[in-house]
């Protein structure tokens, strides 16, 4: 078995509580019938574009709150940090990250952005010192899963495909990451996603009980 001394990790729906059920609250706090901010932002073409452009940072956050809300028909104010009241820290794989990281192998975060003004969804939690590379997409103008920010995450990893396991919550940023030969991860359940990481690491990350 190849061994792995790479951990890359996307941060809302694998550090942080479903970014789906997060909108679900949403939906339900605005009066919005379920499922409706996922549709914008996933369906609706010109939601799904200002998403991507709100990713790459082509568009301010500001901007994108404005437009969006329109989409949804509501006041956009503010909409990105209203949309993520619900979305809470996941102190289990955060520890097993920790756990991963204190035995020597380096751990990264891989993160599509969402801006950072006026909500900063990393406000608070020292990416930088708590991890040994740190990629949000804005910064480098492209999102994944665009094939070019994963070769960049690999440089800033310092690392090889075949030496990382890559976790992320949606299926469709995978493949490129399987391109380069990085094991991964579809993150469904943090108590699943440990169990993966402890397998493709051969590291024991939780106690037993």
């Known amino acids: 078995m190849t061994h792995r001394t790479g951990l890359i990790l996307d941060f809302g729906g694998v550090l942080t509580t479903s970014v789906p059920a997060c909108a679900a609250g949403f939906d339900r706090r605005a009066g919005l019938p379920e499922g409706t901010f ?4 996933a369906k609706n073409p010109e939601g799904i574009a200002l998403y991507a452009d ?3 940072g082509a568009i301010t956050q500001t901007e994108w709150n404005e437009r969006t809300g329109a989409l949804l028909g509501i006041d956009g104010t503010n909409l990105l940090g ?3 009241e619900d979305l809470h820290l996941e102190p289990s794989v955060i520890a097993a990250a920790q756990a991963v990281r204190a035995a020597g192998i380096k751990v990264g975060i891989f993160s599509n952005s969402l801006g950072s003004e006026p909500c900063d969804p990393y406000l608070g939690h020292d990416l930088a010192a708590n991890y040994d590379a740190v990629l949000i997409s804005e910064h480098y103008k492209a999102r994944k899963p665009d094939p070019v920010l994963y ?3 690999l440089d800033l990893m ?3 495909g075949t030496a990382c396991v890559f976790v992320d919550d949606t299926a469709r940023n995978l493949p490129p990451a ?3 030969g990085i094991a991964t991860i579809l993150a469904t359940d943090p108590a699943d996603t440990i169990r993966q990481m402890e397998a493709l690491l051969g590291l024991r990350l939780t ?3």
């Open 158 to 160: 310092d690392l090889p």
């Open 82 to 84: 209203t949309v993520l």
């Open 54 to 56: 709100l990713e790459r």
């Open 38 to 41: 996922l549709s914008v932002i």
């Open 207 to 209: 106690e037993e009980v």
């Open 178 to 180: 399987k391109e380069l």
């Open 151 to 153: 070769q960049t995450m």
